[in-house]
């Protein structure tokens, strides 16, 4: 993939994670401890982030780099929502993870029953 198209893909990636967990682009810059003008650099794919930079967002996001750089396929769009619930599920108790899965898991029966 050509640098140009993989940088708008990280920055869209940025901005749908963002915006699914409803953080301003300020407040992703303190969490991430970077500039809020580069925070807008990278959501709009002008800005060339180093391998810390972007270790530095996933952290902020509260995602491992593996998850983070889980970009979406050609043809598929980003789940930003999706990866905002996992991350907060993987930050509850055993317990509640537990019955957070089984809830879930009916629900996902349910919808397909219907």
């Known amino acids: 993939m050509e640098a140009e198209k993989l ?3 990280l920055g869209e990636h940025v ?10 682009q300020e407040r ?13 650099d990278i959501e709009r794919g002008k800005a060339n982030l180093s391998f810390c930079a972007v270790d530095t967002l996933a952290q902020a996001f509260g995602l491992s780099l593996a998850e983070f750089v889980d970009l979406p ?3 598929k769009s980003a789940d930003g929502e999706l990866l905002a619930i996992y991350s907060e599920v993987k930050q ?8 957070f899965t089984a809830v879930a898991r009916a629900l996902i029966a349910e919808i397909r029953g219907l």
């Open 7 to 9: 940088l708008k893909l």
């Open 92 to 99: 509850l108790d055993s317990r509640r993870r537990k019955a």
């Open 15 to 24: 901005r749908n994670l963002r915006k699914a967990r409803k953080l301003s």
């Open 73 to 75: 396929q050609k043809g």
């Open 28 to 40: 992703l810059a303190e969490l991430s401890d970077l500039h809020p003008t580069y925070i807008s």
